[in-house]
């Protein structure tokens, strides 16, 4: 199992362009999340999912977008990129079997996103 | 809203020697999970220890091992036997159902 994979590695764009970052797992996860990560500080959730078809807002939703019509992949899009989404990126992925249940996440290598 | 505070930036250890790093969170719910992330230099989060609020006895995984105290609501790690290998960045977080907070982390030095 290759288990979470996120493309790009590193992108750089300019203001006001936009952008799908990419995740794909192969654990057969119900759940996914997105999450970024500022210098210096720790994750925050921006989205996740809780099958496919299905997503909710996190802690900071504002400026992305995300749609899951497959269980493998939950793309996280940013449409008009400003220098305050400048971060890494996270994605990750969990099996829950009861809404009760806290699984572990498993999480990928991060995209870096800088917007100039 | 649920808050983590890890109150050590850095903090330094001598390879073989003991290191606790301290985390503490604000909430009002009685049922969450606590855990520990470590995030080396190729920035991967790797879960290190998870704890469930309900239980009182306190985790433990090899040379990682937490102190957590609900009513003060600490949760700090203890990494006994340093190795170089421990050195990297460490989050603390929080989780109830969907919502999962993190703390600003601590970094971990290792000397030889």
């Known amino acids: 199992n290759a288990g979470v994979t996120q493309t790009p590695k590193f992108r750089i764009l300019k203001i006001g362009q936009s952008m799908t970052l990419q995740c794909t797992q192969d654990?057969?996860?119900?759940?996914m999340y997105w999450y970024r990560q500022d210098p210096g500080m720790g994750l925050k959730l921006i989205y996740y999912?809780?099958?496919?078809?299905?997503?909710d807002k996190g802690e900071v939703p504002n400026g992305y977008n995300v749609s899951r019509s497959t269980t493998e992949d939950f793309p996280l899009r940013l449409e008009l990129a400003a220098p305050s989404q400048t971060s890494v990126y996270f994605c990750?992925?969990?099996?829950?079997?009861?809404?009760?249940?806290?699984?572990?996440?498993?999480f990928g290598p991060g995209t870096r996103l800088l917007v100039l | 809203a649920q808050t983590v505070t890890q109150s050590q930036p850095e903090m330094s250890v001598q390879e073989a020697e003991t290191v606790t790093l301290s985390c503490t969170y604000d909430?009002?719910?009685?049922?969450?999970?606590l855990f520990w992330y470590k995030q080396p230099p190729s920035r991967q989060m790797i879960l290190v220890i998870r704890?469930?609020?309900?239980?009182?006895q306190n985790a433990t995984e090899n040379r990682f091992s937490v102190n957590f105290q609900k009513a003060a609501k600490s949760f700090s790690l203890k990494i006994s036997d340093s190795q170089l290998g421990d050195a990297a960045m460490y989050f603390c977080?929080?989780?109830?159902?969907?919502?999962?907070?993190f703390g600003a982390g601590t970094r971990l030095t290792v000397k030889p």
């Open positions: 990750a992925s969990s099996l829950k079997t009861s809404y009760k249940a806290q699984e572990t996440q498993y």
């Open positions: 654990m057969n996860h119900n759940y």
């Open positions: 999912s809780v099958g496919a078809g299905i997503t």
């Open positions: 909430t009002s719910e009685s049922d969450y999970y």
């Open positions: 704890q469930e609020a309900y239980k009182q």
């Open positions: 977080a929080y989780r109830r159902t969907n919502d999962m907070r």
